[in-house]
């Protein structure tokens, strides 16, 4: 199956919607909110698909009781990180430990090895991730605050990694992969819902309320973002559209200077196009 110029287009627009996505949540005011209101809106777009495909079988639900959590930690992780560091900051450290640690969580307990070349974009992707880490020559912040940044970042990493492995046995064991991705999203709110609560509690609905616009345009987004990779894997290899996807770590660190002032040095742009061709070459092996 040989790649088209459509489906590079959907591996690219796979791409910018997931940062636009991410891009959205930072951008509101309560990122708490902001992710919880997109969690929902997602659910509530996906929903009518549920008529479409068929119900869980038992060992689908078991799966999902231990995916549900692992997508809450990750949602709660991704909160405090983007709370405390700017997203071309924390974005790219996210996607480049993931790889990393999904490739060791799955020759654990998958039994899934590298190639040769996975392995040296594996290694590309994690040099390129810790110069992300590494404190600016003019850093005039606090740098207990871009530590702590950096630390959730890692602990996002390290969920995605775990949802990733559990996923992976989910869309396997379903009676369709739409069953166990429709219903994930479907239940998927109610975790980091749950926790705005508890947080927020009077300030709820008007945390909820200020947050709408940008969580609803990032539930949009990420649900495109999700449609156009699926479908780009029916016109083209996985690795081709996953390896056009990991460049959402380019544009996240341009999307976080044009649209969130965010700071955009050589080695912050040097760096995120270095972690893009590492990824690729890891999904490319």
Known sequence: MEPTPFALLLGVGSAVTLAGANTF???ARDILGGR?????W???LVSPAVFFVPLPNRETWLILALSLPAHW???TALVRALSRGDLSLVFPVMRGSAPLLTALSASLFLGEHLSTLALVGLGVASLATIVFALPEKNFGGSRAVRNSALLWALATGATVAIYNVV???GVRAAPTQWSFI???FLLDWIGIHTISFLTRR???VSAMRAALIPGMAAGTLSLMSFSMALYGFSLAPVAYISAMRETAVVFAAIMG???LKEGFGVRRTFAAVILAAGLSLLQFG
Not at 36 to 40: D, G, I, Y
């Open 42 to 44: 997602s659910a509530i």
């Open 73 to 75: 930690l990750y949602q």
């Open 36 to 40: 919880s209101v997109m969690a929902l």
């Open 167 to 169: 996923d992976a046995r």
């Open 25 to 27: 949540v930072k951008a």
């Open 257 to 259: 200077w044009v649209f």
């Open 202 to 204: 009077k300030t709820y």
């Open 182 to 184: 429709v219903w994930l």
